[in-house]
């Protein structure tokens, strides 16, 4: 054979293997999905496909309220019966919980130096008071007193939240003369009670020993805590005022109640709950609520919109006096990229005012009695607060007499008014307050779990369902829609000695979409199932810092499972895009739902596409989460019951401590995380409680000791319930397991590693 035919042969035979490897490349997109040709980021793509869907649930919100209501219009007896269930739902989703403390009168604050008496006006004296209202709690502010003649009638007078009840009487400068309704309500004849509210001034605050601080409004601070206990800045607020009435009723005269911006959404809803209100004036914050996630975060309430718009939350007035004035209201902006929540308040437009009051008329169109509601416009609907007209109508319903003509401005007595002292006060009781909730909470959960048998496994299994359902559709929120057909889109991404990756996009909900890599091992048999771990990065993670690149939380720990033979999955989750995604949060939550409501779907989407796929085992599909994905641990798994286990790496710790405590510098009090806070988690379900919903599939969690999430100390307490609940109450402590390491907030991969392999019955390989 010559030396060229044995060069054609070697080229011939060189061609052969270069075309028996390029047959044996893996496809280029999975089998049984379409080509993937979504370009740009995609994690962008879904983060504003969610924002899409959410706005159209916001909108949907208005004629879905409907389902809970069931007006009874045969009397004014019949309808206001019909009503206790809503005003029932609103005092719990605004935090209006605790027993009021009865008092006798409200307390004239004064000194030696400085009496009670502060100031004197036309017909009318002026004391610094202060009032029982809740727990240790108080409200404070101003008692103007008739001096001359018959009392009309007793009115509590809010200002907007950055108004003193100073401004309001015209004791100090801040407020038009023509807008100070609590003077010229007393310079009618009516005993008025102005409280002071908490404030919006930006306060920086440092947590004990001085290692973090944040700079929040008063509000903010104040909401953040407090939501997390079921309580709200703004049912503390109408607690106070309903403290007031408590007083006024006594001497069984007429009330009422007007408010400006903050003020008149307290009056308002305050009137909402309470009948032995008779009349109840708004001004400058009537509105069509559907961008109540624009608005400063102390407005954000779990579920509002869910059932509650302003026309709603006004039939709830009725038949009583309803004044509506359209005027300016406050306007005020709260910068994004600080640690605040971003939020702005606009004078609410004209038009959106009158089209709520016609859907208020339509609510209540069936009466067969008569109502009184009024809308009134000032100027143009931006036109000053407080108007003759507005006043002359609320006095009119409640005493029967005229608006007087103003007087002279009241002459100051007080030598000074420390506003900035009383307000510290009002912050610092409203968070002792919830920080005595906070220690109180551990025992409230232990009561609400009472219903959950651990008798046996069985038993355990089937009476932990109630709180599962609860679980779902009160905290975490539930969207009762069917997932869509996934429609999987698929595209090789990573081409490796032991597996192949593949980005994989899928639709859940309208607008709404999956997104992640799958890593598929090449050593995989025909007709061979393996086993499979989901992994989750955290916040402003991505797929792909679980792949390559060795990013120092993650260590490319998908891939190092999938070169161990397990197929792995790591999905896209929404938390990324800072503000971008938190004000999902915001949009999410006025329809009582949470970035979770998403998530949830999602997985469950995921893991029925995984299901389907030959190689893949669909009873060993296991989770395992860092940071943020840590958080998706706890709370996914328990509502998405194809995860046979689930790992909490770098977040499990003492959960509602985290959130609640004002002292602790671990708490996300001092973080610009302002999306974390899911309400009325402290009563319901700490991590241990959680991890029940987990029980009795396999559970464990990964603690670097120098992580900065927690001490190791609140990180062993909350773990101890869940020992507890796994070995001492139902048997089963093999399935329960924490790994300490000498380490950061990073993925150890060693006695996790060793927990998958053990309850997703797959082997170890030998180095």
Not at 79 to 108: C, Q, T, W
Not at 484 to 500: F, G, I, M
Request: glycine residues 8%; contains cysteine.
């Amino acid at each position: 054979m010559n030396q060229r035919t044995k060069a054609i042969l070697a080229i011939c035979a060189l061609i052969k293997v270069c075309s028996t490897v390029a047959t044996a490349q893996p496809p280029t997109w999975i089998s049984g999905t379409k080509p993937l040709t979504l370009e740009g980021d995609i994690a962008s793509y879904l983060v504003a496909g969610v924002d899409r869907f959410l706005l159209s649930e916001l909108e949907k919100s208005i004629d879905r309220r409907g389902r809970h209501w069931s007006y009874d219009f045969s009397s004014q007896d019949a309808y206001n019966a019909s009503m206790e269930p809503n005003r029932k739902r609103l005092a719990h989703i605004i935090g209006v919980r605790d027993e009021r403390i009865p008092f006798d009168a409200p307390e004239l604050i004064g000194t030696v130096e400085q009496p009670a008496l502060v100031g004197h006006g036309e017909g009318y004296d002026v004391y610094a008071v202060r009032w029982p209202a809740f727990g240790d709690v108080h409200a404070e502010g101003l008692l103007l007193v008739p001096s001359k003649g018959a009392q009309a009638g007793d009115i509590v007078a809010i200002g907007d939240a950055d108004q003193s009840p100073e401004m309001l009487v015209g004791l100090i400068e801040g407020i038009p003369i023509e807008s100070q309704f609590a003077r010229r309500l007393a310079e009618s004849g009516c005993r008025v009670l102005v409280p002071a509210l908490i404030s919006r001034q930006m306060v920086k605050r440092t947590a004990t020993g001085g290692s973090r601080s944040v700079t929040l409004t008063n509000r903010e601070f104040l909401y953040r805590s407090a939501f997390e206990m079921g309580r709200h800045v703004i049912g503390y607020e109408v607690q106070k005022v309903l403290a007031a009435i408590d007083w006024f009723k006594k001497a069984n005269t007429k009330v009422g109640v007007m408010g400006w911006g903050e003020g008149g959404l307290v009056a308002f809803y305050t009137g909402a709950l309470d009948t032995r209100i008779d009349a109840v004036c708004v001004s400058g914050y009537f509105n069509n609520r559907q961008n109540v996630w624009r608005e400063p975060i102390g407005r954000n309430v779990f579920g509002l919109l869910d059932e509650f718009g302003d026309a709603e939350l006004a039939s709830m007035v009725v038949p009583r006096t309803l004044i509506i004035e359209a005027s300016r209201g406050p306007e005020i902006v709260i910068s994004p990229g600080t640690s605040a929540a971003p939020g702005r308040l606009t004078t609410p437009e004209l038009e959106n005012v009158q089209s709520e009051y016609e859907r208020l008329k339509k609510l209540i169109a069936g009466s067969k009695f008569e109502t009184d509601i009024k809308l009134l416009v000032s100027g143009n609907g931006s036109g000053p607060y407080g108007t003759d007209e507005a006043l002359s109508e609320l006095l009119e319903s409640i005493a029967g007499v005229k608006l007087a003509l103003p007087g002279p401005a009241p002459h100051r007595l007080a030598k000074s008014f420390d506003l900035k002292d009383r307000q510290k006060r009002q912050v610092h009781e409203i968070d002792r307050h919830s920080q005595w909730l906070l220690s109180e909470s551990a025992y409230v959960r232990r009561q609400f779990f009472l219903k959950a048998d651990t008798s046996s496994t069985e038993k355990f299994e089937k009476t932990i369902e109630w709180y599962r359902k609860y679980f779902y559709e009160d905290v975490i929120g539930k969207f009762k829609y069917d997932l869509l057909q996934p429609n999987v889109r698929s595209r090789k991404a990573y081409d490796e000695a032991k597996y192949t990756g593949y980005e994989v996009v899928m639709d859940v909900f309208p607008h709404v979409i999956a997104y992640g890599i799958l890593l598929v091992p090449k050593d995989i048999k025909q007709g061979q199932r393996r086993p499979v771990v989901v992994c989750q990065h955290g916040l402003e993670g991505r797929p792909q810092h679980l792949v390559s690149g060795d990013h120092r939380a993650y260590h490319d720990y998908a891939a190092k499972l999938a070169e161990r033979g397990f197929v792995t999955f790591a999905p896209q989750n929404l938390y990324i895009f800072k503000d971008r995604f938190r004000t999902l949060q915001r949009k999410a939550n006025p329809i009582k739902k949470s970035l979770f409501s998403i998530i949830v779907p999602q997985h469950q989407q995921i893991i029925n596409w995984l299901c389907s796929l030959p190689y893949v085992d669909t009873d060993r599909i296991a989770f395992y989460g860092l940071s943020y994905g840590g958080k998706t641990a706890m709370r996914v798994p328990p509502l998405v019951r194809n995860y046979c286990l689930a790992i909490c790496s770098a977040d499990f710790n003492e959960w509602i401590w985290k959130n609640v405590s004002t002292r602790s510098p671990y708490s996300y009090i001092w973080s610009g995380e302002y999306e974390i806070f899911e309400f009325d988690l402290g009563n319901t379900f700490n991590y241990a409680e959680m991890a029940a919903l987990i029980a009795p599939r396999p559970f464990m969690v990964e603690r670097g000791h120098f992580d900065g999430v927690a001490p190791d100390e609140t990180v062993g307490y909350e773990f101890a319930k869940v020992r507890h609940l796994y070995q001492a109450q139902l048997g089963i402590g093999d399935r329960c397991e924490i790994e300490w390491f000498p380490g950061p907030h990073t993925i150890n991969g060693k006695g996790t590693f060793e927990f998958l392999h053990k309850h997703l019955s797959w082997p170890i390989p030998s180095r």
